[in-house]
């Protein structure tokens, strides 16, 4: 087993298609965080998730996963993690007793009791076929799965979405338990930016296939704010300091990249916190600066 | 060890349904060409009768004809995988390509044991019945079918490997089906009726030289070597389509 630092590492990586390129995006996951990949439907989460899991080939750039090279150490890698995808793909035929039969002759550390415990805890029924299970039970089955094998790093693409809010609030308590002993790590992508407002401990923002922001969620929440202003007053806020300017018939919100600089220099004007949400609206109409 | 019960576990109930539906298929048609010892039984000709070993052996091919091209027909497995996302999540699943493929064969070929014995109880049944031994020509036909069932699998399973979801799977299909169809024309499973025409002079289908030619080749042991030879090859070649197509990753 190696030592690291960095649960996840991308550098420079670099995916192109047809009417969209993953542009030379970097960042870190450390080990025993949860980080947060959020962006709008398009912006590159799941083609940044399936380059690093090599469901597809990247076109250039590094990428390590638990120290180790994603393609050259693969199946060393593939004992260590757990994936969970937003829809669940596993044949309706099999029911969860087949699906522990299955898996605990793929993974070295496959405990069929840990597997149970989390049937049970989650009231799943281990005779009735998977094809016959809500969407809720579908994904707790497999994050039951993920969880039951010892993985050290568990990567979700939009595994929250679509489930109700009861649904994800247990699941996400789930995850919280599950990073207790600092050695595991989450990577979970998703638009549902409450979500990872509740449990992520970092947040990389990724948009048309750039990264715009990554660091840790609080510091971001913290350096952004929303100045509210009169229109008139837009002509004094310096352009470096803003993201983009919501428009209304009230007025405008800027959103500003340094709070606390921002409530020094504009002194008359009412700087509120922002969400992630925020953050992420604000960035994605960065281009137009002025948007309402 | 654990890692093959494991996957061919998961392929061979997943076709658990198909597989039923093929035996019921076998067992039927084995029931009916059972019909003639359940009737009279067979004895040595009389004068002006026809031979028992000419009806032995149409009866026997039939049923072993049916075998060999259940046993090596696709099974569904990489559609049902394709469709269910369970092809997408292999890649991120510890077995190997090469793992995968192995245990592709594997199931394949408990097919074709499980098939094969049943075609060989069935030849020992008329063998018993008809005092006449047509276990070398049921082996050697039972091996030429699955190899030519296979090698049209081979093809459709080349296909199918570059259908990533379920979007791209219908149309990944029908060039698959049409490419499958290429391969029975070229290994001369499809005739354009000539054939047939022409050796239809005289109300004879086929000669009693080119039957006793035919008898002595398909008995032969060389022929089972032959057969036994290619079956091996066409095994190798299915191995290394399935590891390709395990290991070929989304564009």
Same mark, same amino acid.
């Given at each position: 087993?190696? !030592? ?15 009417? $969209? ?68 793909? $596993?044949?309706?035929? $099999? ?37 016959? $299970? ?17 993985? %050290? ?15 994800? !609030? ?38 048309? @296939?750039?990264?715009?922001?990554? @660091? ?36 405008? %919100? ?39 | ?8 576990? &998961? ?6 349904? &198909? /597989?039923?539906?093929? #035996?019921? #298929?076998?067992?039927?048609?084995? #029931? ?6 359940? *009737?009279?039984?067979?004895?040595? =000709? ?25 046993? +090596?027909?696709?099974?569904? #497995? ?56 047509? /276990? ?44 499958? +169809? ?42 089972? *070597? ?24 989304? =564009?």
């Amino acid at each position: 087993m190696t !030592d690291y630092e960095n649960a996840i590492e991308i550098k420079s990586v670099t995916k192109r298609y047809d009417g $969209f390129t993953l542009d030379s995006i970097s960042f870190d996951v450390p080990k025993g965080c949860i980080m947060g990949f959020i962006g709008q439907n398009g912006a590159g989460k799941t083609t940044t998730i399936r380059s690093l899991l090599h469901i597809t080939d990247i076109d250039g750039g590094e990428i390590r996963l638990l120290g180790l090279d994603h393609i050259k150490d693969e199946t060393a890698i593939k004992k260590r993690i757990a994936v969970v995808f937003d829809e669940l793909p $596993f044949h309706d035929v $099999f029911n969860a007793r087949d699906m522990a039969r299955i898996f605990e002759g793929m993974y070295p550390e496959w405990d069929n009791a840990v597997y149970m415990q989390y049937l049970e805890r989650f009231q799943l029924p281990t005779a009735k076929q998977i094809g016959n $299970f809500s969407k809720g039970m579908k994904m707790k089955l497999q994050i039951a799965c993920a969880l039951s094998h010892n993985a %050290e790093l568990l990567v979700m693409d939009e595994a929250t979405t679509g489930l109700d809010p009861v649904v994800r !609030d247990e699941i996400l308590h789930i995850f919280m338990e599950y990073l207790q002993n600092g050695e595991r790590s989450i990577l979970m992508s998703s638009h549902i930016t409450s979500d990872l407002e509740k449990i992520a401990d970092m947040v990389t923002f990724i948009d048309r @296939g750039k990264i715009l922001l990554t @660091g840790c969620k609080d510091e971001i929440i913290e350096r952004h704010g929303i100045l509210k202003c009169d229109k008139d007053k837009l002509g004094e806020i310096d352009a470096e300091d803003t993201v983009s300017i919501r428009l209304n018939s009230f007025g405008a %919100e800027v959103m500003v990249n340094d709070r606390e600089n921002a409530s020094y220099k504009y002194r008359g004007c009412v700087i509120d916190p922002a969400s992630l949400d925020d953050i992420m609206l604000y960035y994605v109409h960065r281009d137009r600066k002025e948007w309402s | 060890m654990k890692l093959y019960r494991s996957l061919v576990y &998961r392929e061979l109930k997943l076709t658990r349904k &198909r /597989f039923l539906l093929m #035996l019921i #298929l076998f067992l039927l048609l084995a #029931l009916l060409m059972l019909t003639p010892i359940m *009737l009279d039984g067979f004895s040595a =000709p009389a004068e002006g009768e026809e031979s028992p070993v000419e009806t032995i052996l149409l009866l026997v091919g039939t049923v072993t004809l049916t075998g060999g091209f259940l046993a +090596g027909t696709n099974n569904g #497995l990489q559609k049902a995988d394709i469709s269910a996302g369970w092809k997408r999540y292999s890649f991120i699943l510890p077995p190997t390509a090469r793992q995968q493929a192995l245990s592709d064969l594997l199931t394949k070929l408990c097919y074709i044991l499980f098939f094969g014995l049943l075609s060989a109880a069935f030849a020992w049944i008329y063998s018993a019945a008809a005092d006449y031994n047509s /276990f070398g020509i049921m082996v050697n036909i039972y091996l030429g079918a699955v190899c030519a069932v296979m090698l049209i699998d081979i093809a459709y399973s080349y296909i199918m490997m570059f259908a990533n979801d379920k979007k791209q799977l219908r149309i990944f299909g029908v060039i698959a089906f049409f490419g499958a +169809g290429i391969i029975l024309r070229a290994v001369g499973l499809f005739t354009d009726g000539k054939p047939a025409e022409q050796s239809a002079e005289d109300g004879v289908l086929i000669s009693e030289e080119a039957f006793n030619s035919f008898f002595a080749a398909l008995s032969s042991g060389k022929t089972t *070597l032959c057969a036994a030879a290619a079956f091996a090859v066409i095994c190798a070649l299915y191995f290394l389509v399935m590891w390709r197509s395990h290991e070929r990753r989304e =564009p």
